[in-house]
Structures are given as C-alpha cells and as structure tokens.
C-alpha cells in the first residue's frame, strides 16, 4: 500500500513570512494530491489539490509543487496570516482509489 | 447546498459495547469513505464505498467494525465489541466522482472507557 510522510510536524512562522509543508509519497502510482486544512475542533477542508499531469499549481497565497520523479510534492503559503494556523494534510490516492493521509503539520502564525 | 450530515455527534460507552454511527452525503455523490482520525493523527481511510458497493475495506479491522450502504445513499458504520483504542473521531465524507473533492460531515467524536 502507499505510504505517505509529512514534514515538519509542526511549523512555527512569524506573521508575513512564508510556509512550505512537504510529503513524500511511496506509490508511483498515485496520481492526485490532495491538501486540507483542519482548524481545532472542525472538519478538514480541501485547499487545493493536484493531478500527476501538473507539476505546479496556484491559489492566490496558496501553491503546490509535485515532483514525480522524486516522488514528493509540496505545499506552500505566502504573506501567512494569523487565520492560516491549523493543522494541514497531505493525502496521496492511488488508481485503485485508496486515500491515505499524511500525519499532518501543525501551523502557528505569530501575529 | 446541504452538507454531509452526520449522527451522534459524541458518543460514550464503555469497552466491549456496541455503537453505530450514521452518514447522510451530500445528495447526488456517489463515493462515501469512512475514516478513523485518532487525537495528533491523520485521517485513516477505513472504508468506501462507490454506490452501494465497497470499494476497498483494506483497514476495516473487520473482526468488530462493519459498514453498509444500503441504497447507496445514507452508510452506517458499527462497531461491535469496541476497544479503548477504537476512542477517535470518526469522520465521513462524500465525492461526486472518484478522486473528487472529498466533502467531509462534522465526525463523531467516540470514547471507549
């Protein structure tokens, strides 16, 4: 099955600056990459996700890279603000449609 | 456009128990998975289901966790005896297609004592 691994666990940045979460994923096969946000206490949202056919992808402060051939993709938030602080997920799905997730990132900005 | 709907919220009860867990998705989405999120965890897929049919029950520890769909609309997910360990959120979420934006409901938050 696939195995997905997040860095870092946690994530501290002071407010403005920027923050990049990464996965390695272990399947070669997969080929959508999801990213979702999970403030305490509510639901995980999508905020952007990406197909193997795109190396990069981009959402006002929001962007993801993958590379393929490394087998990791990245997610990255400028001009962080106070409201971005909340753990985020990486999740890789393989053809057969299986969801596995990342062990998630926990983000403070400090205003 | 209503969300995923899901029921108890919390539940407690004490180990060798059973309990049952209710999904409503979004209306029109075919895809239904069932996680397990544990405290400090990612989402653990347990189940999907694409219609009425599974899709992959890979990580259903399926000696005491069973779900269905009957209709392939509203799911339900049982667990029968539960553990300490089985004290997580249990999350459902909907897609219109496979590999579509995943619309999780509002979980529901189990203890086992």
């Known amino acids: 099955g696939e195995n997905v691994e997040q860095h870092p666990s946690t994530l501290s940045v002071q407010e403005g600056d920027s923050a990049v979460i990464k996965c390695t994923y272990s399947d070669s096969a997969s080929n959508y990459f999801p990213w979702y946000k999970q403030e305490l206490g509510k639901r995980p949202q999508l905020i952007i996700d990406i197909r193997s056919n795109v190396g990069e992808k981009k959402d006002q402060r929001i962007a993801v890279t993958l590379n393929k051939t490394a087998k990791h993709f990245s997610l990255h938030i400028t001009e962080t603000q106070p409201e971005d602080s909340a753990v985020y997920f990486c999740?890789?799905?393989?053809?057969?449609?299986?969801?596995?997730f990342g062990t998630g990132t926990s983000l403070t900005v400090i205003p | 456009e209503a969300g995923v709907a899901q029921s108890p919220r919390y539940k407690i009860i004490e180990k060798r128990q059973s309990v049952a867990f209710w999904c409503n998705p979004i209306s029109g989405h075919a895809t239904l998975y069932w996680y397990q999120q544990i405290l400090g965890q990612g989402p653990k897929l347990l189940i999907q289901?694409?219609?009425?049919?599974?899709?992959?029950d890979s990580q259903l520890p399926k000696d005491r966790f069973s779900a269905e769909r009957l209709k392939g609309v509203d799911s339900t997910l049982k667990i029968q005896p539960a553990k300490l360990e089985d004290s997580a959120v249990y999350l459902c979420?909907?897609?219109?297609?496979?590999?579509?934006?995943?619309?999780f409901g509002p979980g529901t938050r189990l203890t086992v004592t």
């Open positions: 979420a909907s897609s219109l297609v496979k590999k579509g934006e995943q619309y």
């Open positions: 289901f694409q219609n009425n049919g599974v899709v992959d």
């Open positions: 999740a890789a799905i393989s053809t057969g449609n299986q969801f596995y």
